[in-house]
């Protein structure tokens, strides 16, 4: 039984106990609305030597957006500390190997909002002295030491020694062996010395190949292995896999290839294991556009791609369109035949042949309504990866007819309108074309670039109604900048010389006769969504021109998810004739003095696009500097369209 002091001592001690407890909880309490606090500001104090934008790219701890919409990001503390170690990570890659990286909370006059400081100690900077090797007699030293990412007088970045080891194997795999390969460092104060340790082993050659596809298949083997680089008893080559994986791709006929190399130490052979699925041979494509002048566009097209099991594809499509009053404009249908080995080699032939006709409304003061009838014939072959050259002979016969639709003409007018354009004319075409592309998506490109280089020559031996030679030269980048930018820009040049005899295609009235001699579709015009905005598609001139320049430049911001603003300028014109050309027209100028026919177009503009996978649907605002004889100057023309500009 407890004496009245020790009850009191005991019940002393209670409290005790539970006021500890108590402030135990509160602490615990003040500490966790931390975690529910948002982020205002993150600063890096102490940072010298390394770009702020490099270590902020691989924070987890962010600010809140500066737009009113943009949401508040909560302050983690799993975040911030996860973040100090990335810090010294980033830090380690520069050769600073000491750094150290704290960090603190700073409250805000907002106590709902914090700043998180990161407090760095950069440290000195470690430098490569010496790289050496061990083990390599198979492979120039000299040639081995290009290919490495660690190099005497380097800042010291740990992550050399991965990256290196497999830049070395895979330069051995590109030689017939299989090496095993070490890296090592010494640290001796700020100097550093990498030493890689090779065992290179026997020299392999490439055994059988084996091929197999899941279920079964419709492709025949052969047409499988044609597509190889891997041949039986050659030195075994990585790069040759690795090739022969994209070339089954690029055939079209298989959704899914999977090569394993089977590496065979007693008989000095790699046996490659080789497993396709074949994608399905038919399909059906249905899509739908709209531009300046075709306001409604669609299109059609049903395929196979292994006609007969020979790995032939065929396909028959359709196209229409409509303008904006939806009157018709275009119809076309068409039937092609490709073979992808032409003549034994890996040339791909295209047969097409082609039904069109089309209403062109594009002068006011007539309709001229065509129909084309057309064959084609082209090789395709590939110049390296990247490269293909195309050479192709077309021939198109054409009957056209004249509605004249302005009231005012005069009777004598309308005879010699009507008199002059050729009733009906055929070309024919022979076109050599190059094309190299590094782009890395042709729909939402973000990066590389692409340049076209087109010339043709129609008539002269080729007979036909029209003669002429044509060149053009297409070129466009894209720049990848900071927060997911891109800068794009093109620039597009092309000339037009026509010879031999010299018939009129369309109506002389307001066309040079030069011009006259060339047919309607073959002709430069430009304007429209796609080349010089504000403008109506094909609208400058709407007669057309011999002689082309365009550029474009567009800066592409992401503004949340896939919507973004496009910022522009474009700038252009297509010439009845090379003399028109005179240096003072490509002077920008804000004037309301109208232009006239040879001079510049500029044109600037912005607008709202939201990217979807088959490409980014877009609503253009553009104004002119200078007025035309149809539209005001500083006036925003708006359009619509589905896909990039360029």
């Given amino acids: 039984m407890l004496h009245r002091p020790d009850a009191r001592r005991v019940a002393a001690a209670a409290l005790a106990a539970l006021a500890l407890a108590a402030l135990r909880s509160a602490g615990a309490q003040e500490g966790f609305p931390a975690e529910l606090k948002t982020v205002a500001r ?5 940072r010298r030597r390394v770009s702020a934008a490099e270590i902020r790219a691989v924070l987890k701890t962010r600010a809140g957006g500066r737009w009113p919409w943009s949401a508040r ?18 830090y380690r890659r520069h050769g600073h190997l000491d750094a150290r990286v704290a960090f603190r909370i700073e409250p805000r006059r907002d106590p709902s909002e914090a700043r998180v400081v990161f407090a760095i100690s950069e440290g000195a900077r470690s430098a490569i002295r010496s790289v050496s090797f061990s083990g390599v007699t198979a492979y120039p030293e000299r040639e081995l030491r290009r290919r490495l990412y660690a190099r005497p007088g380097r800042a010291f970045n740990p992550s050399y020694l991965a990256v290196d080891t497999l830049r070395i194997a895979a330069a051995y795999q590109d030689r017939g062996y299989l090496p095993s390969v070490s890296a090592a460092a010494a640290r001796e104060s700020l100097a550093v010395d990498v030493r ?6 026997r020299l392999y050659r490439f055994g059988e190949v084996a091929v197999s596809a899941p279920g ?46 089977r590496p065979d130490s007693g008989r000095g052979v790699v046996d490659v294991e080789l497993r396709v699925r074949e994608r399905a041979a038919r399909w059906v494509d249905l899509g739908v556009g709209s531009g300046t002048a075709e306001r409604f566009r669609s299109t059609v097209q049903w395929g196979n791609r292994n006609l007969g099991r020979r790995a032939l594809q065929g396909a028959v499509g359709g196209r229409a369109a409509l303008d904006g009053n939806a009157r018709f404009l275009l119809a076309r249908g068409e039937a092609s035949l490709l073979e992808p080995w ?13 039904l069109e006709r089309r209403d062109n409304r594009e002068d006011p003061r007539w309709l001229i309504r065509q129909r084309f009838r057309g064959v084609s014939m082209a090789a395709e072959r590939q110049l390296g990866r990247f490269a293909r050259l195309t050479l192709a002979q077309e021939n198109a016969w054409v009957r056209q007819s004249l509605e004249l639709l302005d009231p005012a003409l005069s009777g004598a007018t309308r005879d010699s309108i009507e008199g002059v354009a050729v009733p009906r004319y055929t070309t024919h075409r022979v076109r050599l074309a190059v094309e190299r592309d590094l782009r890395d998506s042709p729909f939402l490109t973000t990066r590389g670039s692409i340049q076209n280089l087109v010339f043709e020559v129609a008539g002269g031996p080729l007979r036909g109604t029209s003669s002429f030679s044509k060149g053009e ?67 400058i001139p709407a007669g057309g021109g011999l002689a082309l320049l365009q550029a474009n430049v567009e800066l592409r911001l992401p503004v949340a998810g896939p919507l973004g603003l496009e910022f522009y300028v474009d700038a252009g014109n297509a010439w009845a004739r090379f003399e028109q050309i005179r ?41 002119s500097l200078r007025p035309t004889r149809d539209r005001a100057a500083l006036v925003a023309e708006p359009q619509f369209a589905i896909g990039p500009s360029f």
């Avoid at 990001?73 to 980033?90: G, K, Y």
């Avoid at 804000?590 to 609503?619: E, M, N």
């Fill in 42 to 46: 993150v600063d890096l104090e102490g």
């Fill in 583 to 623: 240096a003072e027209a490509f002077l920008p100028e804000v004037s309301h003095v109208a232009l006239d026919d040879a001079d510049v177009r500029y044109v600037f503009g912005l607008g709202p696009r939201l990217d979807l996978p088959i490409g980014p649907v877009r609503l253009d605002f553009t104004w």
């Fill in 216 to 261: 079964g298949g419709r492709v025949a083997e052969r047409y499988v292995r044609r597509e190889l680089l891997v041949r039986p008893g050659d030195v075994f080559r990585q790069p040759r896999i690795e090739r022969s994986i994209e070339r089954l791709y690029e055939s079209g006929l298989f959704s899914q290839v999977q090569a394993t190399p």
């Fill in 196 to 201: 890689y340790d090779v065992a290179e082993g």
């Fill in 73 to 90: 990001v909560p302050l983690r503390l799993d975040f911030v500390r996860a973040d100090t170690a990335s810090i010294a990570a980033v």
């Fill in 473 to 539: 030269f297409v070129s466009s980048w894209y720049t990848p900048l900071r927060g997911n930018a891109v800068l794009a820009a093109r620039v597009r040049a092309g000339a037009i010389d026509p010879f031999g005899r010299p018939p009129a295609f369309t109506p002389s009235a307001g066309v040079d006769p030069q011009v006259a001699r060339v047919p309607l579709e073959d002709r430069f015009r430009i304007g429209g969504v796609n080349s010089i905005r504000g403008y109506n598609d094909n609208a």
């Fill in 342 to 354: 032409l003549v034994g080699t890996r040339t791909r032939g295209l047969l097409t042949a082609s």
